[in-house]
């Protein structure tokens, strides 16, 4: 009886202390209360302008990109409206008199980068506390980017178009055409950008063995334009896919090593002497990139596709190679550009002449399926940049879009805005229009995104070019000499 006693009693002494312990922390400490001051974070960038739609976080210890690389750790989070602000009310869990750390986070997928934090020491009552916080950029240096997707569905799609348009071929990786049993080099350009901006080093380097593979004689060492895995359907080459090959190796030298720069150079050197052609445009020289090379260099300044054109990407080339004809080809980039493009609407020609005839020869003359990657490929110009002439051109475009609504838009156009497209809306147009919205406004840039992001493509051509419409609108295909 005696031990059970005394185990009795012992149960009890063990249940005050639990009781006593729950009621000493029940909040009523004034040490310890919520916090009911309001924190407003004004976000300028490098220039001192507001910028909307950017998302703050609040932290509870010190942010850098080696502390806290992960905003899932964050204890709040806000968005900044259209006067620059993130408010951040009365938030639970945070004490007066506690310490939090606001910061700005680039969320990529390729590893996060903290842009800004500013600790804040939260105040008692109702105390309003405004801080600034300036960013060197948000997403690029240049342009808005939609707040309405964001990096999950780029990646969604990232390993929707994987799971749908690689197939193997010997220990390499290929992508499909319409006829699955083709690959386009455009596609290849198009697979080896995704990879190396998904950071996806296997993909990337399966598709890489791949172009080798198909490189021939016929298109001067360049990769034939349409192959099977077994062979070769046209042997000649079609430079837009070469120059995206390029472009691809230089970024993908940035994340893992100096030999694919050498690739990127050993390309470069070829197309640069190959198919680059001076023209003559209103009594000026002006350069050209033409088209493909079969022998000899075929097309050029009577025969040239505005969208092979993408001067943020020659100026890369014209930095990694010390060639100034890469900056020559991105400035008279522009004089071709506006030669072809229609004064209202700003759309171009899939075909034009150097001095802006649409549709030379058979070449289709109006905005098919080439030229809705134009928006894309030249807008970057000006979100790297700052070039006021893809700006100029990109506004242009992006009004006569938003003046359709996206959900109106569809695949083919005469240049003066007459629908011609009979397939509805895609990707392919939407998100290049998308692209050039970039240089609006964030109004418009969110209700494009909107659209873009109801999408589910999946014929061949505009599910690749959904990805990188994707990447780009995230901020996910960055420069790659500014990393």
């Not at 938030?91 to 680039?106: C, N, P, R």
């Not at 050993?266 to 022998?295: A, F, M, N, Q, R």
């Not at 109801?454 to 990393?483: I, Q, S």
Request: charged share 20%.
């Amino acid at each position: 009886m005696r031990n059970l006693t005394e185990y009795s009693l012992y149960l009890i002494l063990l249940m005050w202390i639990v009781i006593s312990a729950c009621e000493t922390d029940d909040g009523d400490d004034p040490q310890v209360e919520e916090a009911s001051a309001q924190v407003e974070v004004t976000i300028n960038n490098a220039q001192g302008s507001v910028l909307e739609g950017v998302k703050v976080y609040a932290f509870d210890q010190p942010v850098s990109d080696e502390l806290v690389a992960d905003p899932t750790q964050a204890k709040a989070s806000a968005i900044t409206t259209n006067n620059g602000i993130a408010k951040f009310n009365k938030m639970t869990q945070v004490k007066a008199g506690s310490k939090l750390f606001f910061a700005v986070i680039q969320e990529r997928l390729v590893g996060n980068k903290v842009l800004a934090t500013k600790e804040v020491i939260i105040p008692e009552g109702e105390e309003t506390v405004q801080e600034t916080l300036a960013v060197p950029y948000w997403g690029y240096a240049n342009g808005y980017l939609p707040t309405t997707i964001d990096n999950a569905l780029a990646l969604k799609e990232y390993n929707r178009w994987k799971n749908t348009q690689l197939r193997g071929c010997g220990d390499g990786l290929r992508i499909i055409a319409e006829n699955q049993e083709e690959t386009k080099v455009e596609a290849v350009g198009f697979g080896m950008l995704l990879a190396a901006y998904a950071n996806d080093k296997t993909t990337f380097d399966g598709i890489h063995k791949f172009y080798n593979a198909k490189r021939t004689a016929q298109a001067n060492n360049m990769m034939a334009w349409n192959v099977t895995c077994d062979g070769i359907i046209d042997p000649g080459s079609a430079t837009d896919g070469d120059v995206d090959v390029a472009f691809a190796l230089i970024v993908a030298s940035t994340l893992w090593g100096d030999e694919y720069m050498d690739a990127a150079k050993e390309i470069l050197e070829i197309v640069s002497s190959s198919v680059i052609k001076t023209c003559t445009v209103d009594g000026k020289d002006v350069k050209i990139l033409g088209p493909g090379y079969s022998g000899i260099a075929w097309g050029g300044c009577g025969e040239m596709d505005i969208m092979y054109h993408t001067p943020a990407f020659f100026r890369i080339f014209a930095e990694v190679t010390g060639d100034n004809v890469w900056e020559e080809l991105a400035n008279d980039t522009y004089i071709t550009l506006d030669a072809g493009a229609h004064p209202t609407t700003g759309l171009v020609p899939d075909w034009q002449t150097a001095t802006g005839s649409p549709g030379p020869g058979t070449r289709e003359g109006h905005y098919g399926y080439d030229a809705c990657r134009a928006p894309w490929k030249l807008t970057l110009d000006y979100l790297w940049n700052g070039n006021t002439q893809s700006q100029t051109w990109a506004k242009k475009i992006a009004a006569w879009a938003a003046s359709k609504g996206p959900a109106n838009i569809v695949d083919g156009y005469e240049l003066d805005g007459t629908p011609i497209g009979t397939n509805g809306l895609n990707s392919a147009f939407l998100g290049g229009f998308a692209v050039a919205t970039m240089a609006s406004n964030q109004g418009t840039v969110n209700l494009f995104g909107t659209e873009l992001g109801k999408l589910n493509d999946t014929y061949w051509f505009n599910l690749n070019t959904r990805v990188l419409y994707l990447f780009t609108l995230t901020g996910n295909f960055w420069n790659p000499l500014e990393e």
